[in-house]
T-cell receptor, first 110, second 109 residues
Framework: ETGVTQTPRHLVMGMTNKKSLKCEQH?????MYWYKQSAKKPLELMFV???????ENNSVPSRFSPECPNSSHLFLHLHTLQPEDSALYLC?????????FGPGTRLTVL | TQLLEQSPQFLSIQEGENLTVYCNSS?????LQWYRQEPGEGPVLLVT?????EVKKLKRLTFQFGDARKDSSLHITAAQPGDTGLYLC?????????FGGGTRVLVKP
């Protein structure tokens, strides 16, 4: 238990669906992150939020839309995804140079 | 893109054996972190190395940072089934991490 929780743990969706991934951190950290981990590529940083402001968008397609309503919560809104978006989506939080990861959401796009 | 190469990609050994995994880059690291990721979980930080030539030990794990700060290794002595997992190295730049592709280690009882 790292203090970072993610829901749901597994998600199957069609290409026309809209869904959201949720991340919550109980560590009092001021930065939160979304990463994508797929079988064929290294773990990739998608978005960084610091003090609830997005400070990094790593060339992510617009079908992925992050939201950070407060310092403890981070969402990733998904719409019209492609099968190649199937992956493990990991959330992390940090205060300084150590990132704490959640267990991830395993996403399958049919 | 500053790539991190990890080798080998996969390693299967018997309990009690030793193993070493490597992380290499063509450019200098400001600092480097090693993570272990178990199935169904996110990566967990093992160590951060900052100084060229640095050696850090964590029980049966020994981490080395190359003198030129372009490479690092992780050595596990007398591996146990609990050491099974994906070992990831990551370059740090402020609060951003760039990961290598990982080495998947399987320790058989």
């Amino acid at each position: 238990e790292t203090g970072v929780t993610q829901t749901p743990r597994h998600l199957v969706m069609g290409m026309t669906n809209k869904k959201s991934l949720k991340c919550e951190q109980h560590l009092g950290h001021n930065a939160m992150y979304w990463y994508k981990q797929s079988a064929k590529k290294p773990l990739e940083l998608m978005f960084v939020y610091s003090l609830e402001e997005r400070v990094e968008n790593n060339s992510v397609p617009s079908r992925f839309s992050p939201e950070c309503p407060n310092s403890s919560h981070l969402f990733l809104h998904l719409h019209t995804l492609q099968p190649e978006d199937s992956a493990l989506y990991l959330c992390a939080s940090s205060q300084e140079n150590t990132q704490y990861f959640g267990p991830g959401t395993r996403l399958t796009v049919l | 893109t500053q790539l991190l190469e990890q080798s080998p990609q996969f390693l299967s050994i018997q309990e009690g054996e030793n193993l070493t995994v490597y992380c290499n880059s063509s450019s200098v690291f400001s600092s480097l972190q090693w993570y272990r990721q178990e199935p169904g979980e996110g990566p967990v930080l093992l160590v951060t190395v900052v100084t060229g030539g640095e050696v850090k030990k964590l029980k049966r794990l020994t981490f080395q940072f190359g003198d030129a700060r372009k490479d690092s290794s992780l050595h596990i002595t007398a591996a146990q089934p609990g050491d099974t997992g994906l070992y990831l190295c990551a370059r740090t730049a402020g609060n951003k991490l760039t990961f290598g592709g990982g080495t998947r280690v399987l320790v058989k009882p």
